[in-house]
Structures are given as structure tokens and as C-alpha cells.
């Protein structure tokens, strides 16, 4: 367990200073770009180093000092019933001749300090392999002080690449895949319209093994709702056993106005679990998900306790943490309401 040692007082002062995790953060405030318009490029980034588009762009808490590149707009699938991140942005992808003049332009500037690459935006995985493969070796080129490569990636982009084609991208230094599985449970993937099931993430999670590519997963506590909340829990940490990733991310889904999910709760067609249900969830997780070595975080803004641990050395530690929350119940021992965010 890495510096909080369990007290969740400490811990959270812990999460809010290092905020890393699995989760996806905003990075840049909107721009004002109209709906189902492709957002107009700009050179300059907030911080006046990365290289990106008008409009929000996310990047998982641990990708904050990689270079961000932008080789696609939005997300391709951008249909998940709890997701409002792409919504106003229309999939397209990049045309090759910007990334690559990115690619020179950040090569004349300083190495970020992390030395790695982001590839942006929701799902970059899903370039095609020729196109993809070129934007790996001008990196190569240009940026010979890279030393990895990651972007998001989904159940659809990871098994559109055969293992060949997987390997070929980890030959050129692409090493991980942030991935949101959100539940092991089909009934629960189902009904966020996820777009993938729970064979779909065991195949995709073998594949990524067989090429040498790092799996970072997210997942959703309480998006199985109230009834479905047991059930997500232990289909969840099946799951994470089967896969077995190294990085596993547990967010708390929390309704963004406008969604689908939102919707649902509105019409009283889902509960959203209260902050001791969600902990019992997580619970769940790390009482049963076998890993054989996992950094485990629930430190991202959402969670009610936020915890950071290697599993399964922490395991006892993290559930007499989470085991002491329950039993005493008491809201102070939580992330307050007000420092909970997306
Ligand atoms: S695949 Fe990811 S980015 Fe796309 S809609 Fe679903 S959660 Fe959002």
C-alpha cells in the first residue's frame, strides 16, 4: 500500500494530493464547439506545451504528465448509457498529415517528464492498423525519448486487431490500454449499452497478454443499481480473477445530467446504490477478485473512500479499513459530498 497506510482520513488527503487512478479527467473546459461539428484544431494547449483540439479532452489521472496527442475526435461507439463525455463531439478521425505535423512540432519542444504519450481521444485504439502503425514510427522517429505509449481502448477497438497486429503495436511502443470494463455482469453491461459482454473482455484481456500490452481497468461501483448490486459486485471480481490486469480502477458512477442513466433515475427505473452499498461493493472486490499483482485504486474524485493498495500483498489491510467504515457507518469517515466529482 503505497503512503496512506490505510487511516481513510489520511488516505483521502492522500488521493487528493496524487489523484491518480484508472479515471478519466478533464483537462481543458469546453470551448464552445458547436454540436455534431468536429472541434477545430488548435496548436497550443492550456498549458501552453500540449498540442490538442478546441473542447474537452480526458486523459486517465496517471497520463497527467504525458504528451497528449490527439489522432481522433470523440469516441466511435458513444452510446454508453452513463457516459456524457463525447457527446458533443461527432467521431472522426485525424487526418494523418495533422498528427504527423504534431508529431514534428512536439519534437521541437522539451520531453514531458513521464516520457510517454497519450493518445487521445475516447477510443484511439480504434485507428486503422496502417494508420495507427505510421503515427507509432514517426514517434519512433521524432520522439526517440518515448518510452510508451497508451491510449483508451474498448472491448470493439482491442479485438478489431488480431494478435499479429497487436504485437506489431507493442513492437512500436505502444504498452497500454486504459480500458473500461465497468462490471463483469452481462446483464449489467447490457443495460449501460456497453457494447461488449463479459466473453468479449476475457478474450480482449488474453489478447492484450499474448502481444505484451499493459491492461489498466475501470470499474463502475453501483452501476449494477440497488437491485442489481450484489450480483455486478461478485460478476465484477470474477472478472477481474479471469483477466487478472495489473492496474484496476474502481470509479462511482454518479448520473450526469442529460445521460441516458440519468434518465432512468429521474423515472425511478434505477436506484443509484447510497455510500454503504457501494462500500460493501468494493468490499466485494477486493475480498474476492484474485489478482497475482494488482494495483488496486478507488482513490479517483468519485469514491466515498478513497484507497490505493497492491493486491493481493494489502488485502487484509484494505479490508479492515473498508470493514471499519461499514461498522461504524459514520459519514465523517467518507469523502464529503462536496469534494466528490466526476
Ligand atoms: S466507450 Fe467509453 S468514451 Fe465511449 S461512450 Fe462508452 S464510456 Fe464513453
Not at 458513444?78 to 487526418?95: G, H, I, T, V
Request: aromatic share 6%.
Amino acid at each position: 500500500m503505497a503512503g496512506c497506510a490505510f487511516d481513510p482520513k489520511r488516505a483521502i488527503v492522500y488521493a487528493r494530493r496524487c489523484r491518480r487512478s484508472c479515471g478519466r479527467m478533464p483537462i481543458a473546459p469546453t470551448a464552445g464547439q458547436e454540436s455534431s461539428v468536429p472541434a477545430p484544431f488548435v496548436t497550443t494547449g492550456p498549458d501552453g506545451r500540449t498540442l490538442q483540439p478546441g473542447g474537452q479532452v480526458y486523459r486517465p489521472p496517471s497520463e497527467a504528465e504525458s504528451l497528449l496527442l490527439q489522432v481522433s475526435v470523440g469516441c466511435s461507439h458513444n452510446r454508453c448509457s452513463y457516459c456524457a463525455m463525447y457527446s458533443e463531439k461527432r467521431f472522426a478521425l485525424r487526418p494523418e498529415a495533422e498528427v504527423m505535423a504534431l508529431i514534428d512540432a512536439y519534437a521541437e519542444g522539451p520531453p514531458p517528464p513521464s516520457r510517454r504519450v497519450f493518445l487521445c481521444d475516447g477510443d484511439a485504439l480504434i485507428l486503422p492498423q496502417p494508420k495507427l502503425l505510421a503515427i507509432l514510427q514517426r514517434i519512433r522517429q521524432r520522439l526517440p525519448w518515448v518510452q510508451r505509449v497508451s491510449s483508451y481502448g474498448d472491448c470493439r477497438s482491442i479485438l478489431r486487431k488480431t494478435a499479429t497486429e497487436l504485437k506489431e503495436l507493442a513492437a512500436l511502443g505502444y504498452g497500454l490500454v486504459y480500458h473500461g470494463v465497468e462490471t463483469g455482469d452481462d446483464l449489467a453491461m447490457a443495460a449501460i449499452v456497453k457494447g461488449a459482454n463479459r466473453a468479449q473482455v476475457i478474450e480482449a484481456a488474453d489478447r492484450l497478454r499474448d502481444a505484451g500490452i499493459g491492461h489498466s481497468v475501470i470499474v463502475l461501483l453501483g452501476i449494477g443499481g440497488v437491485e442489481g448490486s450484489e450480483r455486478h459486485a461478485r460478476e465484477t471480481a470474477s472478472l477481474l480473477t479471469r483477466i487478472d490486469p495489473q492496474w484496476v480502477g474502481a470509479l462511482t458512477v454518479t448520473p450526469v445530467p442529460g445521460t441516458p442513466l440519468w434518465q432512468a433515475q429521474q423515472n425511478g427505473e434505477f436506484a443509484l446504490p447510497d455510500a454503504w452499498q457501494t462500500l460493501e461493493e468494493l468490499r466485494t472486490l477486493v475480498a474476492e477478485a484474485q489478482f497475482s499483482a494488482c494495483r488496486f485504486s478507488s482513490n479517483h474524485a468519485s469514491n466515498y473512500l478513497p484507497l490505493r493498495a497492491d493486491l493481493p500483498r494489502d488485502r487484509e489491510l484494505m479490508l479492515r479499513v473498508i470493514d471499519r467504515a461499514l461498522a461504524e457507518r459514520n459519514p465523517a469517515s467518507l469523502r464529503p459530498s462536496w469534494a466528490r466529482g466526476l
